[in-house]
């Protein structure tokens, strides 16, 4: 009876004592003192305990039962039966940190986005209570499908503000984060079998998207200045696309970006053979040389819808991202994303109107800026320090995504499970490709890990390299000859 | 001090006397007696009317105020402000409240959700802060596709001890929004061309996401006990469907629930011609009179993919619903989420987490009660004062929606046209049904209504109907024949 002592009653307090007695209860379940399952001592003898009427506990035990904290079996009495304790923060975060810790993954250049670390959570909880103090009940209300018109008025701003684009508020359809905006645009255009074209490698939830309408999807051959024109000529002849999908700036997983010329060729190619772009910018905001131009301002031919993520590096848990859709497609696109989901949290698109109003988005963009040149300036020198002679690696004028072939016959995969043994992680190029071939390349991100760890990192990524290398003998091939840092 | 004589203290009670004051009090602002704006009378006076301590007063005003029952103003006193104190609140929800309002409609008998003035937004602040506070950043992380497992369980919980069903959490998938749901479902099962039976009439949203499919669809008679057994068997000979698609209990737009030999009756006719069955659970938890049981309940086949949506009844705007799904189908399911938008919010999982377990939504939910209950008489008293005579009124289980039906060749957008002159708004049937051909019936929700307004509301409309039938002297024919209250 001895953790039921720790309930003490106020005889005297306005509140009532089964009130007092089942807030004890609780307390005693919900931090696990009682366990699951347990069965609550007997109506007399608690009666006894605290020295009150039967009809007292008997009214406490009720409340338990009809809030869920406990379930009475017939004849045999009440048992607790809420859910342990899982609101200690140190635990549940703990749990959360240590998911690639627990594989022993001391160096993580797999993960893809970004480190929950970097996160603006002070400015982010300020931004939730003023919504939350300015809208009420209103922030939570369902919201028209197309999206919040403050934040498409703060989207049209950012746009011409950020990439010199018009975008008129009547062509933005807020989304449900980036793969969502893939996924409407595949369920508006695209029937069973049309074709599709993606970039070789490319996003693999791309081709999920794709697959999941039936879609025949053709490779283009992905090059440093962007695709292969000569391979998507062929193929246009052969087969042309009803999509083209396309991560013209720093793409995933390879970093390459489009040259000027090649997205002219591009949009010119999808006006005379009658296709649509998808252009994904998964991360356009984070360049080190010079500033990109989008894909879409190039676009004078209602061609190309555009998907800007902010989930990538802002919030994921968002779940927020917009598409600028040509005018006359637009109904097509917002019946879609109404039949999908109705709508987009009205309370995320008010935080985000408000990160865009109040700079606070700039603010946290320069910030990663810095952080991840750093982290890009660390990666290429320890590149230069480390990487077995004969492997070059390409430079990317902004992200945190690098692709490295190994020799040729040397596949990552089986670099993986090589660097898996010394605690490096990194993702073998396999998943990049429509039928997962084996693929002697691989994607290193910086995402994740801290910079400090980078060097160390690299250093024993190479070494496994090496050491498979000097087990095989391969011959090199590598994609890119740019010289480093 | 009249209205007052009606708050009876029972001093015996084990609930507390400032508790019965305060929910005497609630009542009276909830029904309109105390209206919004009026001050509520002093505290001395109020002591003595009651023959309670003043402490006991001052703690039923403070309780009116943090439940957003009441206002104090410094050295005025305490007012009235349920239901409407919005125009106190900033401009920006005015602009949102007065939307119906800029059209003329005074009685909005048209909503079909309910208004943001009843959701818990205190709670819902305390509740972010609460996980922001816990998590940090991996509050805003990218989720895990499935959901977030503590979520999960505190579903696992709320099912068992709320239907008393066991959902294994393996088989629990977190959605954003019911319409999701029904979304997900066709994406992994329906090919172009595949036929879904809906009943007739039925919820707009899912009659869209089949059709995005490209599925065929077929309307099956809606009966006030379930669907017309008949006619489905008559159409499962000629066609049988891939997919039925249902809203057992409380059904959107017409009130009406099955049977329970209705409920068996479709899960044996699923098995013998092999369809799934998508159960729309939108309303259940506002029952007035028994507790419903789910379709779900007499599954025992794998037939039916259960929906609730959380977002009905509580915070549409977090966007967040759960999908039970037949084990041998749940990695369908799994792809189809993934390829649509990779996961649901993670801070909406973690804030509805938080809610169930601290038992807020049971709180939230039994408030509601209460308030719909209210509205639910109100608006059958209604019926019967103003209806014109033949015209007769289904009294639902529970939920907010009425179905009744004009006489012969009276179109419900007649009647719409007619009653918006008045300020009234309804929905006219044609809405739901697959062609939006022209129906004689229409939906009457109150979501939205204050209690208060329901009688003149009711009224205005029935005078419409009323000189509708003058003037064309139509044929009655209801399609219900329950007593009124």
């Given amino acids: 009876m001895e953790k039921f002592e720790s309930i003490h009653l106020d005889k005297n307090s306005t509140e009532p004592l089964y009130i007092q007695i089942y807030k004890g209860f609780s307390n005693l379940i919900l931090s696990g003192q009682i366990k699951y399952g347990e069965k609550l001592p007997p109506i007399r003898l608690m009666a006894s305990f605290f020295d009150v009427n039967t009809v007292t506990i008997v009214n406490a035990y009720k409340k338990l039962q009809s809030d869920g904290f406990a379930k009475s079996k017939v004849g045999s009495g009440t048992y607790a039966c809420f859910l342990g304790d899982i609101s200690s923060k140190s635990k549940h975060s703990d749990k959360?940190?240590?998911t690639t810790k627990d594989k022993g993954i001391r160096f993580d250049f797999s993960a893809g986005s970004i480190s929950p670390d970097y996160f603006p959570v002070k400015e982010f909880k300020e931004i939730i209570n003023e919504v939350l103090d300015r809208d009420?009940?209103?922030?939570?209300?369902?919201?028209?499908?197309?999206g919040y018109q403050p934040?498409?008025?703060s989207i049209g701003h950012f746009m011409s503000v950020q990439h010199d684009i018009d975008v008129p508020l009547d062509e933005i359809q807020i989304i449900s984060g980036a793969q969502q905006g893939i996924d409407l645009i595949a369920k508006a255009?695209?029937?069973?079998?049309?074709?599709?074209?993606?970039?070789?490698?490319?996003?693999?939830g791309a081709i999920n998207a794709f697959k999941s309408r039936n879609a025949s999807i053709v490779e283009i051959n992905m090059e440093k200045d962007g695709v292969d024109l000569e391979d998507l000529k062929r193929n246009i002849k052969n087969n042309p696309p009803v999509?083209?999908?396309?991560?013209?700036?720093?793409?995933?997983?390879?970093g390459y970006s489009y040259s000027t010329e090649k997205k002219k060729e591009l949009i010119a190619l999808s006006c005379k053979y009658n296709f649509y772009i998808i252009e994904d910018d998964h991360i356009s905001?984070?360049?080190?040389?010079?500033?990109?131009?989008?894909?879409?301002?190039?676009?004078?031919s209602e061609k190309v819808f555009y998907i800007k993520s902010f989930s990538k590096l802002f919030l994921p848990g968002l779940r927020i991202a917009f598409l600028a859709v040509p005018r006359r497609h637009f109904n097509k696109i917002a019946l879609a994303k109404y039949s999908s989901d109705i709508s987009t949290s009205?309370?995320?698109?008010?935080?985000?109107?408000?990160f865009l109003r109040k700079s606070l988005w700039s603010m946290h963009i320069n910030r990663l800026q810095r952080i991840f040149y750093e982290k890009w300036q660390e990666t290429l020198k320890a590149f230069d320090k480390y990487m077995p002679s004969g492997i070059k690696c390409f430079a990317p004028g902004g992200g945190h995504f690098f692709w490295i072939a190994l020799p040729q016959d040397l596949y990552s995969s089986t670099l993986y499970h090589e660097a898996i043994k010394k605690g490096v992680s990194i993702?073998?190029?396999?998943?990049?490709?429509?039928?997962q071939k084996p693929s002697e390349s691989f994607r290193l991100s910086t995402a994740q890990i801290p910079t400090s760890d980078i060097d160390s990192g690299v250093k024993l990524l190479c070494e496994s390299i090496q050491s498979l290398i000097d087990n095989t003998g391969g011959v090199f091939r590598g994609p890119g000859d740019k010289p480093l840092l």
């Fill in 151 to 153: 934040l498409k008025e």
């Fill in 189 to 204: 255009f695209l029937n069973s079998g049309d074709t599709v074209y993606v970039e070789a490698p490319t996003y693999p």
């Fill in 96 to 98: 959360l940190v240590n």
């Fill in 136 to 146: 009420g009940g209103y922030a939570l209300e369902y919201q028209e499908s197309s």
């Fill in 346 to 354: 009205g309370l995320s698109q008010r935080i985000l109107d408000l």
């Fill in 427 to 435: 993702v073998p190029g396999d998943l990049f490709f429509i039928n």
């Fill in 285 to 300: 905001d984070l360049y080190y040389t010079e500033k990109p131009s989008l894909l879409k301002a190039f676009d004078n």
């Fill in 243 to 254: 999509l083209f999908y396309t991560m013209p700036i720093f793409q995933n997983p390879t």
